[in-house]
């Protein structure tokens, strides 16, 4: 059974940092391409970002681009998300989710992954 499991939310001032993980106790982060998305109250999901299974190719929102960064350790099956130069407007509740299937581009919609986490509320204040 897949369980995604993110941590490091919280609230921070705006121009603070957060950084969260994702991770299973499978291998489940380690083996699939893995990507963020965020959900506003009132909003929609939200692509962030995803990254490639070996780590080379990240891929951005332009929203959060230049400021936030993904990267992985699949030794130890986690995936993270450091977000920098935080404003109130990334305030959102952040989810990890996996995509078992192959890459293909443009994996930016919440039906290109197949597994998610329960998320973690980010709040940033002005």
């Known amino acids: 059974q897949v369980q995604l499991v993110e941590s490091g939310g919280g609230l921070v001032q705006a121009g603070g940092s957060l950084r969260l993980s994702c991770a299973d106790s499978?291998?489940?982060?380690?083996?699939?391409?893995m990507g963020w998305f965020r959900q506003a109250p009132g909003k929609e999901r939200e692509f962030v970002g995803f990254?490639?299974?070996?780590?080379?190719?990240?891929e951005y929102a332009d929203s959060v681009k230049g400021r936030f960064t993904i990267s992985r350790d699949n030794a130890r099956n986690t995936v993270y998300l450091q977000m920098n130069s935080l404003k109130p407007e990334d305030t959102a509740v952040y989810y990890c989710?996996?995509?078992?299937?192959?890459?293909?581009?443009?994996?930016?919609?919440?039906?290109?992954?197949?597994?998610w986490g329960q998320g973690t509320q980010v709040t940033v204040s002005s």
């Open positions: 989710a996996a995509r078992p299937r192959p890459y293909r581009d443009r994996i930016y919609a919440s039906y290109d992954y197949d597994y």
């Open positions: 499978g291998r489940t982060v380690s083996r699939n391409i």
């Open positions: 990254i490639s299974r070996s780590g080379a190719a990240t």
